[in-house]
């Protein structure tokens, strides 16, 4: 019996998992479509069809950044629903627990964390890669800020140069709408360099449609310029990679590889670690649903006690986020940011169950 009442609540989890994620995607595609057609839609090259494309890519970021707040709806409607129908009441006659039919929506939210890791995430880090490239080659004359990097320095023979863009595209390789800095031995400025994009070639940077701009002469335009380097491909690649643009699949090898460059990398392990705790994190979102949840109501469930919940599960992604900021910069290590959020909301749900069901 708890074998086929398992598997039908889990139906029903997934079932109603897949309408919600079908309402977010239709909901974001909508908005997220208004959006970019208002920011891009006066840039050269933008069209309806292109703006569309760039939503698709971008949607699968956005849909796993709403997957905890999937978890936490889909826990509440399902319960919710089992309970309106005295289903769990049913259940709970025939002497099962409420730890026992809570077993089927555990391994459902598992399920989908794990479907979020291992699909959407790296649909998400390709999809934003390319959604850049497309609003990299939308932009044209157009200067406009579509994302900060981290800027680089590098010191080449006598000539100290500081390096920055506001897009990263190639992998850190193709620069766009980059500013170079140039210094004397004594750190004053010399030169400054705004050019339309940089690519590292072997050895320099190439930069094209250059303005130059230096203390007391007039500035000079330059269709090309180059820039010599001793900056290899390979650090660039791995210094300049955003985190959300790397899929899970590849992340190990990322953070193995900035190892052995002295490049730190908090971001990416904390990245990681966030993929990996997701999983339990809808766990204690699906906890956190279940304590405003199981309770009997025939007809309607307490609206103070639901609003509850969602302001419980606000509360935890929040906390999660700011705790992954601190990681990604290096103030608390990478695990402890992704997972001890997740161990402390899991133990207060079930504490809260536990007192519920067991006094």
């Given at each position: 019996?708890?074998?086929?009442?398992?598997?039908?609540?889990?139906?029903?989890?997934?079932?109603?998992?897949?309408?919600?994620?079908?309402?977010?995607?239709?909901?974001?595609?909508?908005?997220?479509?208004?959006?970019?057609?208002?920011?891009?839609?006066?840039?050269?090259?933008?069209?309806?069809?292109?703006?569309?494309?760039?939503?698709?890519?971008?949607?699968?970021?956005?849909?796993?950044?709403?997957?905890?707040?999937?978890?936490?709806?889909?826990?509440?409607?399902?319960?919710?629903?089992?309970?309106?129908?005295?289903?769990?009441?049913?259940?709970?006659?025939?002497?099962?627990?409420?730890?026992?039919?809570?077993?089927?929506?555990?391994?459902?939210?598992?399920?989908?964390?794990?479907?979020?890791?291992?699909?959407?995430?790296?649909?998400?880090?390709?999809?934003?890669?390319?959604?850049?490239?497309?609003?990299?080659?939308?932009?044209?004359?157009?200067?406009?800020?579509?994302?900060?990097?981290?800027?680089?320095?590098?010191?080449?023979?006598?000539?100290?140069?500081?390096?920055?863009?506001?897009?990263?595209?190639?992998?850190?390789?193709?620069?766009?709408?980059?500013?170079?800095?140039?210094?004397?031995?004594?750190?004053?400025?010399?030169?400054?360099?705004?050019?339309?994009?940089?690519?590292?070639?072997?050895?320099?940077?190439?930069?094209?449609?250059?303005?130059?701009?230096?203390?007391?002469?007039?500035?000079?335009?330059?269709?090309?310029?180059?820039?010599?380097?001793?900056?290899?491909?390979?650090?660039?690649?791995?210094?300049?990679?955003?985190?959300?643009?790397?899929?899970?699949?590849?992340?190990?090898?990322?953070?193995?590889?900035?190892?052995?460059?002295?490049?730190?990398?908090?971001?990416?392990?904390?990245?990681?670690?966030?993929?990996?705790?997701?999983?339990?994190?809808?766990?204690?979102?699906?906890?956190?649903?279940?304590?405003?949840?199981?309770?009997?109501?025939?007809?309607?469930?307490?609206?103070?006690?639901?609003?509850?919940?969602?302001?419980?599960?606000?509360?935890?992604?929040?906390?999660?986020?700011?705790?992954?900021?601190?990681?990604?910069s290096g103030v608390v290590p990478p695990y402890i940011a992704a997972w001890v959020p997740v161990v402390v909301a899991m133990a207060l749900g079930a504490t809260i169950l536990l007192h519920k069901e067991d006094g």
């Open positions: 019996m708890i074998w086929t009442l398992g598997g039908y609540f889990l139906k029903r989890y997934l079932l109603t998992a897949f309408w919600f994620f079908l309402g977010v995607v239709s909901i974001v595609f909508l908005i997220d479509f208004t959006e970019s057609s208002g920011r891009f839609g006066s840039l050269p090259g933008a069209t309806v069809t292109g703006t569309l494309a760039l939503t698709a890519l971008r949607l699968p970021l956005i849909l796993q950044q709403t997957v905890p707040f999937i978890g936490l709806f889909v826990g509440m409607t399902t319960l919710i629903g089992l309970n309106r129908k005295s289903e769990l009441v049913v259940a709970r006659a025939a002497g099962i627990s409420a730890w026992q039919f809570m077993i089927p929506f555990v391994l459902g939210a598992i399920l989908v964390g794990i479907a979020t890791t291992l699909i959407i995430n790296p649909l998400a880090a390709y999809g934003q890669s390319k959604a850049l490239e497309i609003q990299a080659n939308w932009r044209g004359e157009a200067r406009t800020t579509t994302l900060t990097v981290p800027w680089l320095r590098q010191i080449s023979g006598s000539t100290d140069v500081v390096i920055g863009a506001k897009t990263v595209l190639e992998e850190g390789t193709l620069l766009v709408d980059t500013i170079l800095i140039y210094f004397d031995a004594e750190g004053r400025i010399t030169l400054r360099q705004d050019a339309a994009s940089a690519k590292l070639e072997d050895g320099y940077w190439l930069l094209t449609d250059v303005l130059e701009t230096r203390p007391g002469e007039v500035q000079k335009r330059l269709a090309t310029a180059r820039v010599e380097t001793n900056l290899r491909k390979d650090f660039v690649q791995e210094r300049l990679t955003q985190p959300e643009t790397v899929a899970f699949y590849d992340l190990f090898q990322k953070i193995e590889v900035a190892r052995s460059f002295g490049i730190p990398t908090q971001a990416l392990e904390t990245q990681l670690h966030t993929l990996l705790a997701l999983p339990f994190l809808l766990v204690a979102m699906t906890l956190i649903a279940a304590t405003v949840s199981i309770k009997f109501s025939r007809f309607n469930q307490s609206r103070t006690v639901i609003l509850g919940g969602i302001v419980s599960g606000f509360v935890l992604y929040v906390a999660t986020v700011l705790v992954k900021a601190f990681g990604s």
